[in-house]
């Protein structure tokens, strides 16, 4: 990355009173962290590429997609150990909590917001979650 930019996202923090800034373009991400009375401390990686998904199965207009509600980490069970709170296969009621998403230190409970039966949990325990990333499929 060009030190120029770099000193610009560096000015635009402070001008900003921004303590963290994180900027990807294309196969770089560059993290940048202000701590009180420090200069930035300043990470860079290589994006790495993403994986090739499972071929998808024809898609079956009649399952629901349980979507994740906000950015975090995804959790199955209530803690390390513990018993899923859904494995595929099981009959879900519309109150039932279905999984945990942690979100700067806090544990939010997903609700299923719908009835039905789980065909696939589509992402791994403890791996980062999207806002509106698929988590479970769902036929009603």
Do not use: H, W
């Amino acid at each position: 990355m060009d030190i120029k930019k770099l000193n610009k996202f560096i000015k635009f923090m402070d001008d900003n009173n921004l303590s963290e800034l994180e900027i990807e373009e294309g196969k770089q991400r560059i993290r940048l962290k202000k701590y009180e009375g420090k200069e930035p401390q300043i990470s860079y990686q290589e994006v790495p590429e993403k994986p090739p998904q499972e071929p998808k199965k024809e898609k079956n207009e009649s399952l629901i997609e349980i979507k994740s509600p906000m950015v975090g980490t995804f959790y199955r069970s209530a803690s390390p150990g513990a018993k899923p709170y859904v494995e595929a296969g099981k009959t879900i009621g519309e109150e039932d909590v279905i999984c945990i998403i942690e979100a700067m230190k806090v544990m939010n409970e997903v609700k299923a917001e719908t009835s039905g039966k789980i065909v696939q949990i589509l992402v791994e325990n403890g791996q980062p979650v999207e806002f509106g990333q698929t988590l479970f499929t769902v036929k009603p």
